[in-house]
């Protein structure tokens, strides 16, 4: 069976228009919620959480009519972190767990995330059967069987006094100043709340949702207001969370932009030092730059990579034993802490390692040089496939010649969005443009 619905992070589109309506969103809840359901008794339960988008409200209800159909009883978390639904899915001893969100895509997206009963988003396999169920009748629970469902007040809180416990008991954030951009979305409270209660003085951007304002100039994937607040406020370092909190971008005293590749350079390198980097083994996605493979390597570590997708990177550590990984995109998986990305927590790591050495930001995010790298998209609409055209394909086989021995490619569809993604990475700057440049021209051609 071909996936139709699922992308690499659950279901995504457009809010109120297919698969992003309310009627799927009622399949989708009762689907899931005949497949995890094991027997007639009302003894299973689901916890759903969203971000703070305008239509998660619709999705949620839909979601909650269709669990409760097939006699799953539903707790509402509301607004808050992806990483944190993964957490009280196990905490809460939950069937199932849900996360309302689209991550760093603007408001009028939204997306539907699915997490097992150990906190783990689902296999591919899984999704495949939910998505059966969704194309076929489901078979509602008998009227004595419906399942009921409860507000949780205390899901927040529950996610801030675990996230503490991941800073080193005995380090206090005293004397730093924190700049700490929320992309007005999930962790809006939840992270000014663990960094002052951890010492921290705050400084909080995009703490104010509207219901449209998620990602919208903030966050990870836009970061120059809060460079700007750190430079404005004197800031010793940012954080920047996207709109569900599972990303994090890292910012210096002076707005300078770290990446996810340079966090995980900085934790591998401390973790391995400590003899807590499992096989000395770091995993990441092939969009990792060539210049953390070759830092690792000088340093005695191992990166194995995986296709993009943190739910791929996660996959990988399960089945190697491994205990870090992520994205360059910023999501940063720690299995010792967490069961997916968290972007708080991954930023807690980085302000441990800067009260412990004493260090400014701007020498901690600075642990490799990276080998120039450029990425284009081009955006397609319904029904198009540009890489399968001819002149597409000789064009790649071209460039794939030319980078031989110097650099690399990598060519694939965005799982969350109609893009082409275009990336090459190679010294010789004029080569590189020359490269991409051609791709993206014959993949417009082509459209």
């Not at 659950?10 to 009762?30: D, I, S």
């Not at 009028?108 to 150990?118: C, M, Q, R, S, Y």
């Not at 707005?255 to 000395?280: C, I, K, N, S």
């Not at 990166?303 to 205990?323: F, I, P, S």
Request: glycine content about 12%; proline content about 4%.
């Amino acid at each position: 069976m071909t996936r139709k619905l699922f992308g690499t992070d659950g279901v995504r589109g457009t809010a109120n228009t297919y698969p992003m309506t309310a009627e799927m969103a009622l399949k989708l809840g009762a689907a899931a919620g005949r497949y995890f359901r094991r027997d007639g008794m009302n003894r299973h339960r689901v916890v759903i959480g969203k971000d703070t988008r305008l239509s998660g409200y619709m999705l949620e209800n839909a979601l909650t009519a269709g669990l409760t159909s097939t006699g799953m009883n539903v707790l509402l978390l509301g607004p808050v972190p992806t990483p944190a639904v993964g957490y009280l899915t196990r905490s809460m001893r939950a069937d199932l767990g849900i996360m309302i969100s689209a991550s760093h895509n603007p408001h009028h997206d939204n997306g539907i995330k699915f997490f097992g009963p150990d906190g783990f988003k689902l296999s591919d396999e899984a999704e495949m059967e939910i998505e059966a169920l969704v194309a076929g009748e489901i078979d509602p629970a008998q009227p004595a069987n419906i399942g009921r469902a409860k507000r949780i007040d205390d899901g927040r809180g529950r996610y801030v006094e675990y996230a503490k416990t991941t800073f080193p008991r005995q380090q206090r954030l005293t004397g730093l100043k924190v700049v700490i951009d929320c992309a007005n979305g999930a962790a809006y409270k939840a992270a000014p709340e663990v960094l002052w209660e951890l010492g921290a003085e705050v400084i909080p951007v995009g703490t104010a949702p509207n219901g449209y304002n998620i990602n919208e100039g903030c966050g990870s994937t836009s970061t120059k207001t809060a460079a700007e607040t750190v430079v404005a406020h004197g800031a010793d370092v940012g954080i920047c969370l996207d709109g569900d909190a599972d990303r994090v971008m890292i910012l210096d005293e002076t707005g300078t932009v770290a990446d996810g590749d340079q966090l995980m350079a900085l934790m591998a390198r401390r973790w391995a030092d400590l003899g807590q980097l499992r096989d000395d083994t770091l995993v990441a996605t092939v969009m990792s730059n060539l210049g953390l493979e070759r830092y690792l390597q000088s340093n005695g570590l191992r990166l194995e990579r995986t296709k993009v997708g943190d739910r791929y990177v996660v996959e990988a550590m399960r089945k190697g034993g491994w205990n870090l990984g992520g994205e360059q995109s910023g999501h940063i998986v720690m299995t010792d802490y967490a069961t997916t990305g968290d972007g708080l927590i991954a930023g807690l790591q980085f302000l441990a390692e800067m009260a412990r050495s004493g260090k400014p930001a701007s020498t901690l995010v600075k642990s490799f040089e990276p080998v120039p790298q450029l990425l284009k998209n081009v955006r397609y609409a319904a029904g198009q496939d540009p890489l399968n055209a001819a002149a597409v394909l000789k064009r790649i086989a071209e460039a794939e010649g030319q980078l031989t021995g110097k650099g690399r490619l990598l060519i694939r569809k965005s799982g969350t969005e109609p893009l082409v993604r275009v990336m090459a990475e190679c010294e010789d700057d004029a080569l590189l443009h020359e490269v991409v440049d051609g791709i993206v021209a014959e993949v417009e051609a082509a459209l």
